[in-house]
């Protein structure tokens, strides 16, 4: 269908019937711009006015989307012409149409997948490295005191190992990923800094009876450790060996 054609149809047609844009404009009830609009064949006449366009040109719908005066011999054929015409642009617009709703769709896909990836990040834990200037671990009076000092919000927990000679205490603290690019842990001038007097925003402390320890052993050593204490739990000898080399140990009775 060509809308240049049917556009300077339209505008011969008006200019026969001595109106100009406006006129013609106004007894369709719509803007001059729209009129324009066809005659320049940058669009087509909504269906809803075609009819009364046609009659206020004196043309028939089959002439004005043929773009032509049409004589009988062969009215027929271009009828069929802008038929098939009409089924390709009908056709073309609803598989845009579909395609623009497909990319809204992975659109909402792609938010609602950020938002769930998100939902996670928020809730996952990385493991701390040691730092003497905010864990501080003591024994006084057969109690184990560890403390955490800092400006985030992390996790602490402690398992116990019992060997033929000694007890092993395993302290490891664990902060939420997020807080740990937000604050650059483990950075002077941010997370880990020392208590100078001023309120710190997290501070845990934990207190261990020593002699509500099960089958504690006369010496004990305290660790701290970025590996797993579900980990730990199972270890055997020669992995609670390479463990030992690799945590720190706080303190020792």
Not at 134 to 163: F, H, P, R, W
Request: glycine letters at 4%.
């Amino acid at each position: 269908m060509d809308q240049e054609r049917i556009g300077s149809f339209i505008a011969e047609c008006r200019r026969n019937k001595k109106l100009t844009q406006l006129q013609l404009a106004e007894k369709l009830g719509i803007t001059d711009k729209a009129v324009s609009k066809w005659e320049t064949g940058k669009g087509l006449p909504d269906a809803s006015i075609m009819i009364d366009l046609c009659d206020e040109l004196d043309i028939s719908v089959n002439e004005l989307l043929s773009g032509e005066k049409l004589t009988q011999d062969n009215y027929q054929e271009k009828a069929n012409e802008n038929i098939v015409s009409m089924v390709k642009v009908a056709d073309k617009n609803r598989k845009s149409k579909n395609k623009i709703i497909l990319i809204f769709l992975i659109l909402i896909l792609l938010f609602l997948t950020c938002k769930v990836l998100f939902g996670v990040y928020q809730n996952i834990e990385t493991n701390v490295d040691y730092d003497e200037r905010i864990m501080k671990c003591e024994i006084i009076d057969d109690t184990i005191i560890y403390e955490i000092n800092g400006l985030s919000v992390v996790s602490a927990d402690y398992e116990q190992i019992n060997t033929e000679t000694e007890t092993l205490i395993f302290f490891t603290n664990k902060i939420l990923l997020q807080n740990k690019i937000r604050s650059h842990w483990e950075s002077w001038d941010s997370f880990a800094q020392l208590s100078n007097g001023e309120d710190v925003k997290f501070k845990a402390r934990f207190t261990i009876d020593i002699k509500d320890i099960l089958d504690c052993k006369e010496k004990i050593k305290v660790y701290y450790t970025d590996v797993s204490l579900n980990k730990i739990k199972k270890l055997n000898q020669d992995e609670l060996q390479e463990i030992l080399q690799k945590s720190k140990l706080l303190v020792e009775q």
